[in-house]
């Protein structure tokens, strides 16, 4: 009994150290993209293109395969549901903003918590136990700035922009079995499946891609900076931030969706 | 033997002094009164078995750890009171060697050398490269610059280190152990490395090291680490001549000697019988 409570304890206060430390990370990281600047301390630049490239742009085929293919499930799977109701032809709109408002920024979000994420806490951790980040600090160039500010800002860019792009595959999908299946054309899908959606639709989605991208990048760049124990603690940190950033976006996503259904309806 | 060294600013021809070092880690006392002075110009070797203390007395002095008690001064400068910003001005006169070389293995070996000059100076590109070349053919490296750290071996990485190290012209270098894991050759390129550095240049070097060889050549003080304290302060052959047991068995590499590193045949007998008792009693 006493051990129980004590798990919980540990447990609760290592979820709470870790947000401290993930927090503190991001607003070392605001510190560096945007006061230091003007105290002639630069982000470095050609590190941003770099990271945009890894990130964003060599992610884009699998982002584009995955919401293709979720879509198209999707649209089987909203279209069996309406047959009963002799709907089918309201599949578009249904899918159409599930997809926009969830579906886009959260396949996305996932999908790069896995390749960009792991891959960021990798490069972090194995440059702890090479020296690499103590030989930066003794260069007197700040890890925060010339590692993190980088990667951090590259992913809030890109991460809406692969949202914006597994909506248009998603719905894409959709648009494939409902051309084949149910025989829609390309006009009618397309007037029925942006006839009921507003422009909050997609800049709630967008907006939580936002948030989500902070999620990853803190939850990376802090796993894998703080990493002990050689090579065995550079997986656990890997496998400990595709595990916490994917627990750690759904459960913000909820907070989210509810704001937006109870709050701002 | 132990010079004193006092608790004080030092003179200007001193560019590191160390008084009464301590570093805790979770309660267990690592440094335990460290002093040593460094004169301008002069390598200091702090030598000492695996867990003496030297590893962490150099990280403190690069500003890696914070002490728990005691003072030091860099270039005048008291290194507890320094903030980040301050010891950042102090690192830029001052390189640091890793043990692995510490390369960024995302970079090529030109672009590691180049990467301090590019961060600290407002040097045109062009100039950059010329310094670039030239660190790199100090260390007898050049015609290396396009390679990537992955593709050259251990030594070459240290070299490359060192060239990084002193590419903006310090006036002091620490290095952490030079020469482990080094063949006998490149480790004798190291050290002549280092009293280049020392001879051509004046620069001033702290070296970490548990190589008695290597240590004794390029050595002008010593310090000999034991258990988090200072056994031993001097020259060389005051270190050699020293009549300190530890010491003496230390840099002759006996395997017997007051070093505990193996339990004396009795004790270990009364341990294994007091273990068997145990076991008998419980079945």
Request: proline share 5%; with cysteine; charged share 20%.
């Amino acid at each position: 009994m006493v051990k129980t409570i004590e798990l919980i304890g540990r447990i609760f206060l290592d979820v709470i150290r870790e947000i401290g430390g993930v927090a503190t990370l991001l607003v070392e990281t605001c510190y560096f993209a945007f006061v230091a600047p003007f105290r002639g301390e630069f982000p470095d630049r050609k590190n941003f293109g770099k990271q945009l490239v890894e990130e964003g742009i060599k992610s884009i085929p699998i982002v584009a395969l995955l919401s293709f293919t979720v879509g198209l499930i999707l649209a089987m799977q909203t279209a069996y549901n309406l047959r009963k109701l002799g709907a089918e032809s309201y599949m578009p709109p249904l899918v159409a903003i599930a997809t926009v408002r969830e579906l886009g920024p959260l396949i996305a979000s996932i999908i790069i918590s896995g390749r960009v994420g792991a891959a960021i806490a990798a490069e972090l951790g194995t440059m702890v136990v090479a020296e690499e980040i103590d030989a930066l600090r003794c260069m007197a160039l700040h890890p925060t700035r010339f590692l993190i500010v980088p990667k951090v800002g590259a992913l809030l860019i890109m991460l809406p922009c692969l949202a914006m792009l597994a909506d248009a595959a998603s719905i894409f999908g959709a648009y494939a079995f409902g051309a084949s299946a149910l025989q829609m054309s390309a006009a009618k899908f397309r007037q029925f499946a942006f006839e009921y959606m507003v422009a909050r639709d997609l800049w709630s989605g967008l907006l939580k891609a936002a948030v989500f991208s902070l999620l990853i990048s803190g939850i990376a760049c802090y796993k894998g900076i703080t990493v002990t124990g050689g090579a065995e603690g550079v997986g656990r940190a890997t496998t400990q931030t595709v595990v916490h950033s994917i627990f750690a976006i759904i459960l913000v996503d909820g907070i989210f969706t509810a704001i937006f259904y109870f709050i701002f309806p | 033997m132990n010079a004193p060294v006092p608790n004080e600013p030092p003179p200007e021809d001193i560019i590191l002094r160390a008084h009464g070092l301590v570093k805790e880690f979770d309660g267990r006392r690592v440094l335990d009164g460290v002093s040593f002075d460094v004169k301008r110009g002069e390598v200091l070797v702090i030598m000492g078995g695996s867990g003496c203390g030297k590893s962490t007395t150099l990280r403190i002095l690069i500003g890696l750890e914070k002490l728990n008690g005691g003072r030091a001064w860099l270039f005048g400068k008291e290194i507890s009171q320094a903030s980040e910003k301050e010891f950042n001005a102090l690192r830029r006169r001052f390189g640091v060697l890793f043990q692995s070389g510490a390369l960024f293995n995302s970079m090529t070996v030109g672009e590691n050398v180049a990467l301090p000059l590019q961060q600290h100076s407002d040097l045109d590109e062009n100039i950059i490269q010329i310094m670039v070349r030239m660190k790199l053919e100090m260390v007898g490296l050049t015609g290396f610059e396009h390679l990537k750290p992955s593709e050259i071996s251990g030594g070459m990485k240290k070299r490359v280190g060192l060239a990084r190290a002193i590419a903006l012209d310090p006036e002091l270098v620490f290095y952490d152990e030079p020469s482990a894991g080094l063949d006998p050759v490149v480790s004798a390129v190291i050290d002549e490395l280092i009293l280049d550095l020392k001879n051509k240049m004046g620069i001033t070097s702290v070296v970490v090291t548990h190589h008695m060889d290597s240590a004794f050549k390029i050595a002008d003080k010593m310090v000999y680490l034991y258990q988090g304290r200072v056994l031993a302060y001097g020259t060389p052959d005051e270190i050699r001549n020293s009549d300190d047991p530890i010491v003496q068995q230390f840099i002759r590499g006996e395997p017997d000697g007051p070093i505990p590193l193996k339990t004396s045949r009795d004790v270990y007998l009364q341990t294994l019988a007091g273990f068997a008792d145990e076991r008998i009693d419980k079945t």
